[in-house]
C-alpha cells in the first residue's frame, strides 16, 4: 500500500462558475466582483490549463477529461467528489447533495480508464434508499484517506453521512474516524479536505475546529498511533484553503499540491517542516477556489488502480 498516487485525474471545465444549489453549505464559496459570468468561465480555463502545466513539469502523470458542454456543471472541475480509484480495482461512484452536481457523474470516463487501468469491482453508493433519506457522502472530499493504515477520516455534515460512510468502510475493509467540525462562526465544515490533509509521513489539520476534547483526543490518538506528524493550521490558514492538499508522486518524489494561496498563508516553520517530507507546488487558482469554494486538492482525483 502507498499513501500517495502516481496518476491523476483532472477534468477541464467547460461551465465554470457560480453554483447557487451549494451555497447553503458550503461557506467557503465568495463572489468576485466586477467579472461577467463569462470573464470568470475564461479565467478558471485559464488557472486551470495553467495548474496542469504545473503537475506536469514535476513529472506527475496527469489524465485530463474535457467536462461536457451539456448539462451545465458549474464545479466539475471538483471530480474528487464523484468517484474514487483504488489500488485493488475498486472504482466508487458518490452520492452527492445537489441535483446539478450530481450530472458529473460520468461513466464514460470511467471506460476510458478502463482501456489504461484495471477495474473489477463498481460501487455505487446513490440507490433508492440515499434518495428517500437525502443522505450524501461526496468522495474525497467527506472523506480524508489513510490508505497505507486503512483509515477513513471524516467530519460530518449535511454532505457527509455517517451510515454511509460505515457502509463504505464495510465494503472496502476501512476503519472510520469520524467527528464534527466547525468554523469560527459555528457553522459545520461541509468537507474533511478542507480542514485536513493526510500525507505518507505527515499530517495538516485544523485541530481547532475540533471542537469535542474526546473526537480531538480520537483523531490526535490516530495520528500519534501511526507515526504521523502534525502540523497544525489555524482557522485563517483554513479559511485560505491550508487545509486542501494532496501529496503525489511526481518524477523526484513525493509533491504537495496546494494553492498559491494556501501556500501563502503558511509560516516558515511550517514550510521547513513540510519540506522534509515532500516538494512544495503551489498553483496560482485565486479564481477557481473563490468562485467554487474548493481548492488544489478538490481539484484532483487519485487514480490508485492497477495498471494494465
Known sequence: MTQISKNILLVRPANFGVNTQTLVTNH?????????????????????????????????????FDDTPTPIKPDAIFPNNWV???????????????????TER?????????????ITRLIDI??????????????????????????????????TSKKLLLELCEHIGYEACYFESLDRNGNEIY??????????KFV??????????????????????????????????????????????????????????AYDSLTPEQIKTIKKYNELLPLPINTIETIGGGSARCMIAEVFLPEL
Do not use: W
Not at 57 to 64: A, L, W
Open 28 to 64: 467557503f464559496q465568495k463572489q468576485l466582483e466586477g467579472y461577467s459570468p463569462e470573464q470568470i468561465k475564461k479565467m478558471a480555463i485559464e488557472e486551470f490549463d495553467n495548474a496542469v502545466k504545473l503537475l506536469k513539469s514535476k513529472g506527475i502523470n496527469t489524465f485530463v
Open 84 to 102: 474514487s480509484f483504488h489500488r485493488d480495482g475498486t472504482v466508487v461512484l458518490y452520492p452527492m447533495l445537489t441535483p446539478n452536481r450530481m
Open 106 to 118: 460520468r461513466l464514460d470516463i470511467i471506460d476510458e480508464l478502463k482501456t489504461k487501468f484495471k
Open 126 to 159: 446513490f440507490s433508492s434508499e440515499v434518495i428517500k433519506t437525502n443522505e450524501r457522502l461526496e468522495g474525497t472530499g467527506s472523506i480524508v484517506f489513510d490508505h497505507i493504515n486503512k483509515i477513513a477520516y471524516a467530519c460530518l455534515s449535511e454532505r
Open 191 to 200: 468537507h474533511t479536505n478542507v480542514m485536513m490533509c493526510v500525507a505518507e
Open 204 to 261: 495538516v489539520i485544523c485541530m481547532e475546529s475540533i471542537k469535542s476534547c474526546a473526537e480531538s483526543k480520537q483523531v490526535y490518538d490516530k495520528f500519534k498511533k501511526t507515526g504521523h506528524e502534525i502540523i497544525e493550521i489555524s482557522y485563517e490558514q483554513m479559511d485560505k484553503f491550508a487545509g486542501n492538499m494532496l501529496s503525489v508522486q511526481g518524477s523526484n518524489g513525493p509533491v504537495l499540491v496546494l494553492s498559491q494561496t
